[in-house]
């Protein structure tokens, strides 16, 4: 298995096989909160135009997403696993997610096999997908922030993945610490609580607590359908 670490929106244009797209700060952290929560249907677009488009068309429809950290207007939820699980209205619910990088990266990814999502909280699971899958490329795509610069929590998580393919010893045990003033600041800002707050960048680094994988299945150019793969 040929396991290759790639970064950000260059890194999801080039990477083959079976690629985890990650973004954990918190497109996918958010898609599986969603899934937690209930939700029937998560589609995911890389433009604000698409999501607009796909709600004009099915008003019932839920918008989720984010562009520079902050609620989009017409946008019923911003991108945060803490206001998702506050919600009362998405069970059983069909969601559109567009975010500024996971998402993103996700419709770049046009070369790769196979398509899932990487995030802290199902990173374990990701693990076990593939080494059950057992792929002869492996591309893990840390995708930053807004696809433009590096995150070291989407490289941290890039690891991480890494060294439970090769079963290897890696330190979570300060995961926080490592974080909270080196990607983390933004989450405990008092002027951006409404839509960064903090218990984000705790829900964010619950790691290993889902025992499931989303992938990513294409239905047209910018737009994909996930599917919840049960461990």
């Known amino acids: 298995m040929d396991i290759k670490i790639l970064n950000l929106l260059e890194g999801a244009k080039h ?9 954990v700060f918190r497109a996918f952290s958010v898609e599986c909160y969603l899934y937690q929560q209930g939700v029937k249907n998560i589609y995911t677009v890389g433009t ?34 803490y206001f998702i699980n506050e ?26 096999t196979e398509i899932i999502t990487g995030s802290f909280v199902n990173a ?32 941290l998580c890039a690891n991480y993945i890494k060294s439970l393919l090769l079963n290897e010893e890696f330190d979570l045990s300060n995961l926080k610490d490592k974080l909270l003033n080196n990607g983390g600041e933004r989450f405990h800002q008092v002027d951006t609580q409404d839509s960064q707050p903090e218990e984000d960048f ?30």
């Not at 990477?15 to 973004?23: C, F, N, P, S």
């Not at 492996?138 to 590096?150: H, R």
């Not at 889902?210 to 994909?224: E, H, P, T």
């Open 202 to 231: 705790h829900l964010c680094l619950e790691y290993d607590k889902f025992d499931f994988v989303i992938r990513a299945d294409k239905v047209d150019d910018d737009m994909y359908k996930m599917i919840l793969i049960n461990q």
């Open 87 to 112: 919600a009362n209205n998405i069970k059983g619910s069909t969601v559109v997610h567009t975010t500024s990088a996971g998402t993103r990266g996700i419709v770049n990814a046009k070369n790769a």
């Open 15 to 23: 990477a083959e096989g079976l690629t985890v797209i990650i973004d």
């Open 124 to 155: 374990k699971a990701i693990a076990t997908y593939i080494l059950r899958e057992q792929p002869d490329k492996v591309s893990l795509v840390a995708m930053g922030n807004g696809g433009s610069y590096e995150a070291k929590e989407d490289v």
């Open 48 to 81: 604000i135009r698409k999501a607009q488009q796909l709600k004009l068309e099915h008003p019932e429809y839920i918008l989720v997403g984010e562009r520079d950290g902050l609620l989009l207007d017409g946008f019923e939820y911003g991108n945060s696993p």
